[in-house]
Each structure stands twice: as C-alpha cells, then as structure tokens.
C-alpha cells in the first residue's frame, strides 16, 4: 500500500483524503468523496462540540445505514467521543438499557423510517418524561440523567432538537484521539439478560482491517459490497477497511434482493460480501443474478453449511468463496479463508486466523488446550480483542482466561494446517439471521408475562434464518395462556426478531442433576416439526 499504516479512524480519515474527489462510499444511489467525508466528518466534530460532546462522552446513533451515518462516526472520531451504534430493530425496552447503561450524552436519530418505525413514540416510550420537555436543547430526564439532547436529522417531531439550531463549535480541534482510545462501545447480546457493551478501541478495529487489506490485497481498484446493518460491528469494520484500502464500501439503507441485483449491476463489485444466507441466497437465487456482469468479482464470503457454500460457489465459480469467525468481542475478525485454500477448506472451515491473533481450543470446563483435531471451546487473544464489557468488569475477568484468552463460548476445532471450524454454540445464545439473541434476555422478558410461571427459549432450525427462537412455558397455577396471546404479548416489546415462532406448554422439564436440559427440549420440538413436515419457515 506504500502509505503509513495509522491506527485511529480519525487519522486514516484525513489520510485517504488525498484521493479528492474520488468516489469512497455508494449507498443505494448516493455516491459521494473521500473529500466529501473528511469535509463533513468536521462539520459533524463541530457540531458535537457546539451540543457540547467531549472527547470520550458517548454519542449514540440510532439510525438506518444512510451516509449519515457515517459521517456522525467519523466525525465523533475526529474529537475522541465514543460512538454507541444502537440497533434499529430494538424496542423500548431495549433502547432504554442501551441509553442508560452507556450515558451516552447525545443520540443522533430521525422522526422516523418510514412504513417500519417511528422514533418518537418509540424514544418517549424509553425515555419516561421525554413527551413533557418543552426545550429539546436543554433534556432532563431521570430515567436517562446523562442524556442532554436528542439531535435529528429532520424536524418532525417536537421532543427532538434539529441539527440546524445547534451552533457549530468554532474553536480548535481537541487533541487528535490515540491508537488507545475507545471508539466504539457496541452492544451485542449473550448470557446476560441485558445487551452488554463492548468496548473497542481505535487500534482494535484498525489492526483488523489493516489484516483485512494484507489477506486480500485490497487496493484503489476494489468496490466492497456489503449490505450489512451498521450498527452491527461487520456493517462498520468494512467501511474503515475501505477507507484503509482507498478503495469504494458499497452498501444498502436497508436489504432488498431487488434493490440489491440493480445496485450489483450499476456498480460491480469486486468483493461481493452478504456474509449471510439470509442475504447471500435471495441474491443468488435471483432470476437476474446470473446475466449479470461477474468479470471484476474476485472474492465472495458467506457463512453456512458446505452444500449452500458449494451452491453459492457454483453461482459465480472463479471468484473463491471464503468463510470468517468473528464477533463484536473481537471488533470484527478472527480467522479468514484465504482465496488460494482449496475448496473444500473454504467451504469447511474459517480459515486461518489473521495476523496477530491467536486461537486455541480449550476444554470447556478445565480450559486446558485440546489437541488438534479434538473439539472444544475457542478461545482467541489478539490485536482486536475489546477492552472489556463497559460497566461489567466481573463479567469481562469470567470471559477471560488469566493469560488473556477471551472465552468465546462457541466449539470449535483446529486442523493440522491451522485452519478453524466452527461447530455450534456452547452459550446459551441464539443465532437468528445473523442476529445474536439471548436465550436468557427472552427468559427475563417472558418471566413478565402474568401467566408465566417458567420460561425456557431455545433455537429451533429454520431454512430462512438458520434458526429461531421457540419457547417452552411453565404457567402459574389456575393460569392459562395460548401460544398466540403468549406471541403477541411479545410483539412491539422485544425486537422480532427475539421473538418466538413457536410456543410449546409444558408441566415437567428434562432435568440433569440440578438443570433444565435444554438440548432435549430442542430435540423434542424439532421431532414435531419434522413430523408436520420439517422446520417451519418463520415469516
């Protein structure tokens, strides 16, 4: 690449901005300039300062992906602030834990997206006391007492203060942030019943995607598409490892297959990154997708069984289809497919870990290292690893083993070449289309329910979103309750996607020695399923 290899978004910023007017971003149909990223990265910095953000107060952005967006990141990196990405899908409930336990001081946002959801009601759900302030410039709110202004991109609605009535700050710049600093805390569900804060540094993030740039030679002439949601920690990564590159993120506000064959066809991508079946096979299964232009694709990436990465391979078969381990703990990427593995390595395995990372698989309960070839925990320590859970650090030492290595609570296995595999889940925690959900968040939540003595969640197999949520309830004495009621009980109060597709009653549990043996409930319900016919697809 020839040039300095920075180590805060701030400073790769204001370095790929010597490309001009060379197009950096494509979302949907905008297309704008390194230039033009830099320019509106210090309006946002600005702007920030003159709402009176700091370095190192968190900003939260609750927004769909809209170059916005970005330039709200940006711009809170340029003054050290921490931006909090805050998924679009959650509820109250959710916004709510997320809002108070970051305090953050500010939240970027819009009146709404229209036809899927409005951000006023929902926020004066969240926020009790926000539907009585007068002055949006001046918030006071028990619930949230850090939380000072709500700043929207538009003006429709009251509560919000518009970003045109906030002075922008004239001064000088603060400090430029260092390679240390936070940049981001990210929210991701797990064991907790609440979504736990991941705190990632600047030099966390960057060394992934500097490793990213080196595994795949990623220059000037390459268009990276991803249409991942950016308040996901894949949605973000990619858009600094592009900027990294000097090459052009190409992304969508939100996934349509549609939207997406048009976008592929105007702007050929050539790293074509869905990542997801929930993505990747409405794409490929399109009846336009194959009389497009595939000559400038040299890379795709997607993560499920060997038959669908054989299929999805087959669609496109000079361009090597690779997988990825990752999660937000390790600010995107652990382990890669590297184009040149042979096939059937990359549609088996992860691939081998990237530079500065190492991975070991471990004996759940001893956490004594396994041999090669023998499945167990994996554990990774690296450059990217998170600082820790923000307001947790009882939960962060328990995630960790004394030489460092974080407990990532999935099996896995190393071959004789070192490359990994993934093999399931040994948390308690679902993966529904990508999304992560805790088995006990949905618990905690179905425990409100007035009827509900006992609830156990468990993921079920689906063909459109790998799995989903299904509950098993124990209800109070005297009580009742039917699976639809106990469904839209949930509806509007949890994002959907936690939500249940099924719902089975029951009066005994299967029970080891002293637990709940959750892998029989799971069994039990997927026998049903496939007697009716197999696993039900969620709608």
Request: hydrophobic content about 40%; some cysteine.
């Amino acid at each position: 690449m020839g040039q300095q290899r920075e180590m805060t978004l701030a400073a790769v910023l204001r370095s790929s901005a010597v490309q001009g007017d060379r197009p950096a971003m494509l979302l949907d149909q905008q297309e704008v300039s390194f230039r033009h990223l830099l320019d509106a990265a210090e309006r946002r910095a600005r702007q920030m300062m003159g709402a009176g953000v700091r370095s190192g107060d968190r900003v939260g952005v609750l927004l769909p992906n809209c170059i916005e967006y970005v330039e709200i990141m940006l711009g809170a990196a340029l003054i050290g602030a921490v931006t909090v990405p805050m998924n679009v899908r959650y509820k109250a409930r959710e916004l709510n834990h997320l809002i108070v336990d970051s305090g953050m001081c500010a939240l970027y946002t819009r009146s709404a997206i229209p036809g899927v959801v409005e951000f006023g009601p929902l926020l004066e759900e969240a926020l009790p006391g926000l539907s009585e302030v007068r002055d949006p410039a001046k918030l006071s709110l028990p619930a949230a007492p850090a939380l000072r202004v709500i700043i929207a991109l538009d003006d429709a609605f009251a509560r919000f203060l518009p970003e045109g009535r906030i002075p922008l700050y004239q001064g000088e710049f603060p400090t430029p942030p260092t390679p240390e600093q936070t940049l981001l805390l990210m929210y991701t569900s797990g064991t907790t019943a609440n979504p736990k804060g991941c705190i990632i540094a600047n030099r966390a993030i960057l060394s992934n995607a500097w490793s990213i740039v080196d595994r795949f030679s990623l220059g000037e002439d390459d268009v990276w598409w991803c249409p991942l949601p950016m308040f996901h920690i894949g949605g973000i990564l990619f858009v600094m490892t592009m900027l990294a590159a000097r090459g052009i993120y190409a992304g969508m506000s939100h996934f349509d297959a549609d939207a997406a064959i048009d976008m592929l066809e105007r702007h050929p991508p050539t790293v074509f990154y869905p990542l997801f079946p929930t993505i990747t096979l409405p794409i490929v299964d399109h009846p336009r997708f194959a009389s497009l232009d595939h000559s400038k694709m040299r890379l795709m990436f997607n993560l499920a069984p060997t038959e669908v990465q054989r299929k999805v391979q087959s669609r496109v078969p000079h361009a090597p289809l690779c997988a990825a381990f990752g999660m937000t703990e390790t600010a995107g990427t652990v382990a890669y497919g590297k184009p040149d593995d042979p096939p059937e390595a990359r549609f088996q395995t992860c691939g081998h870990p990237l530079p500065g990372w190492e991975v070991r698989i471990l004996d759940p309960e001893t956490h004594a290292q396994l041999p090669v070839g023998q499945r167990g925990e994996i554990a990774v320590r690296g450059v990217g690893l998170l600082d820790g859970y923000f307001n947790a650090p009882d939960l962060t030492k328990k995630q960790h083993t004394p030489d460092g290595f974080f407990l990532t609570g999935d099996t896995g296995s190393l071959d004789a070449d070192g490359r990994l595999s993934f093999h399931g889940r040994f948390k308690d925690q679902l993966k529904v289309g990508g999304e992560n959900v805790s088995a006990l968040e949905v618990e905690s939540f179905l425990a409100t329910h007035p009827s509900i003595s006992l609830a156990q969640v468990v993921g079920v197999a689906d063909e459109k979103y790998g799995e989903v949520p299904a509950a098993f309830v124990e209800l109070k004495a005297g009580a009742s309750a039917t699976e639809r009621e106990i469904i839209d009980f949930c509806t509007n109060k949890i994002a959907r996607f936690k939500i249940p597709r099924h719902v089975r009653f029951v009066t005994e549990w299967p029970m080891s020695a002293t637990k709940i043996v959750k892998y029989r409930l799971r069994e039990r319900l997927e026998t049903e399923l496939s007697g009716a016919g197999g696993a039900q697809r969620a709608g």
